[in-house]
């Protein structure tokens, strides 16, 4: 099927108006033209896509995931709490005293 939409409903108007083709067989036929296109228009995206995070230097997660199980694999590392930074103390203004007289 041409990959040209124009043309493809203007081959499919011309059957079914010279009735070589019912309304049927032209919906059908213009549904499948939709969905390979779409099919051929999602990989064209996704390879694009790849090769473009490719050309960057980024990784898939999945190969991030492998990457470090096979780092944990041959030096484990330790498992810790991550050190917290605590903010300098504020310095209050000292507290003023009541004294109560007896």
Do not use: C
Not at 34 to 50: C, Q, T, Y
Not at 66 to 89: E, I, Q, T
């Amino acid at each position: 099927m041409t990959t040209d939409l124009f043309t493809s409903l203007k081959t499919y108007l011309t059957k079914l108006s010279d009735g070589e083709k019912s309304p049927q067989e032209v919906a059908a036929a213009i549904n499948t033209w939709a969905r390979e296109s779409a099919d051929s228009l999602k990989a064209k995206i996704h390879d694009e896509v790849e090769a473009t995070v490719l050309k960057m230097g980024f990784v898939k997660r999945e190969e991030f995931n492998r990457l470090v199980a096979r780092v944990d694999a041959v030096a484990p590392a330790k498992k810790s709490a991550p050190a917290k930074k605590s903010a300098p103390a504020k310095k209050s203004a000292p507290a003023k005293k009541k004294v109560a007289k007896k």
